[in-house]
Every structure is written in structure tokens, then in C-alpha cells.
């Protein structure tokens, strides 16, 4: 897959392949020394582990940010896997919030676009709880909202628990998940692992207390 894509904010290069163009963005993602660094370097960041890739750029040209999609089996795939904004764009996005006109346009056009391309049954996207030990945070409630309100009503936030989306064990492997399904697939046919709220923050302390022996 080879795709550009016009949207409000720019251009969505929609991609597949390993190429040395997206190599010299991830080069420009890496020149910021943060918490996150290590998740676009070239061992944990492959364009082989994702149905797509995406990266949007300004009408000048200039990467503003990137996501995947990830499949988790036939029926389901994660949007905004390895989602990153670049530190430039990032105040400017976060200053017009995710209410903005032509942001609510082009992440619909790019939606779109996608439930054409692939006929996966459930769509989800998910963030983790960081340190917080609210069931669920206020801010999780402004995006599922956001995305309720600007999307589909269709996307529904799952608040049963926290959701199983890497496979491991620690608590920043299960995260708040909002969700879209068509046809008659449900959640429950998904079947993740879920953590409970109360179990979720248990094992907060336990991997707190853990890390303070080191």
C-alpha cells in the first residue's frame, strides 16, 4: 500500500513497507530525548508489525505526526499504535485541542479511508493510566468523548477494566480502551485479558516498591 491522502491539516501518507523516506522521518522523531524515545527506534517501531502506517504532514511538507495500525487477530485492529506528534506541531495541536475544525476533518477523512480499506469487525484505540489510580482519568473521558461526540456514536468506552493490549504481565500492558464494532461483532468476541481498576492499582504499589530496591 501506497497512499497519499488530502486532509484538512495537509497530506496522510498511508504506507506499508519498510522505505528509506519514513526512515529519515523516524530519524527527526529520534532527535528528541524523552520517556517515549525508545519505542520508535528500529527494534521496536517495524513497519512489518502493522497492517498500516501513517504519517501526516503540513501543507509545507513538514511530518506533524505518526501512528500505525496494529492487527490483533482478522477481526481486530488497534489505531494510533506508535502514535507520536512532533515536538514543533505539538503546542500548536495542543492549543486548538481536539475539538478543531480541520483536525475533526482529517482524522474523519483518515478513518474513513481506512474501514474502506479493511474489513476488520472491531476498531480500538487505547492509552495507559501512567500513574494515576483513578478507575478512569478525567482526560480519558475529554478523548472517548471527543471521539463519541466528532466520530461515531458508535465508539463506546469499555469501563470494565483496563484492557490487556501488549503481551505482558506489567501494568502499562493493560490500558483504558474506546472502541468501534460493525456488523453484529461485539467486545465479548474480542475476549481480551482485563484487569480490574482495584487490581490494576495494587499492582502499581507492587511494581512502585519493586523499582525503589533497585
Not at 486548538?96 to 479511508?113: E, H, Q
Request: glycine residues 4%.
Amino acid at each position: 500500500m501506497d497512499k497519499t491522502i488530502d486532509i484538512a491539516l495537509g497530506t496522510a501518507w498511508v504506507f506499508d513497507y519498510d522505505n528509506p523516506q519514513f526512515e529519515k522521518i523516524r530519524e527527526l522523531c529520534l532527535l528528541e530525548d524523552n520517556w517515549l524515545r525508545n519505542n520508535y527506534t528500529k527494534q521496536n517501531l517495524k513497519i512489518s508489525d502493522h497492517k498500516f502506517y501513517i504519517v501526516i504532514f503540513d501543507h509545507s511538507g513538514n511530518p506533524m505526526g505518526m501512528a500505525g495500525g496494529k492487527e490483533y487477530n482478522p477481526e481486530v485492529m488497534r489505531y494510533l499504535n506508535r502514535w507520536y506528534m512532533f515536538p514543533n506541531k505539538r503546542v500548536n495541536f495542543l492549543k486548538a485541542t481536539l475539538m478543531s475544525k480541520d483536525i475533526i476533518s482529517s482524522f474523519s477523512d483518515i478513518f474513513k479511508f481506512i474501514h474502506k480499506t479493511f474489513d476488520h469487525k472491531l476498531f480500538f484505540i487505547s492509552m495507559q493510566q501512567r500513574q494515576n489510580k483513578a478507575r478512569q482519568q478525567l482526560w480519558w473521558k475529554v478523548v472517548t468523548k471527543t471521539i463519541n461526540t466528532t466520530q461515531s456514536s458508535k465508539w463506546k468506552n469499555y469501563d470494565k477494566g483496563l484492557v490487556q493490549v501488549a503481551d505482558c504481565e506489567e501494568t502499562s500492558c493493560y490500558q483504558n480502551v474506546v472502541y468501534y464494532t460493525r456488523g453484529n461483532y461485539k467486545f465479548e468476541d474480542w475476549n481480551p485479558k482485563v484487569m480490574s481498576y482495584d487490581e490494576h492499582a495494587l499492582r502499581m504499589d507492587y511494581e512502585a516498591r519493586l523499582q525503589r530496591r533497585l
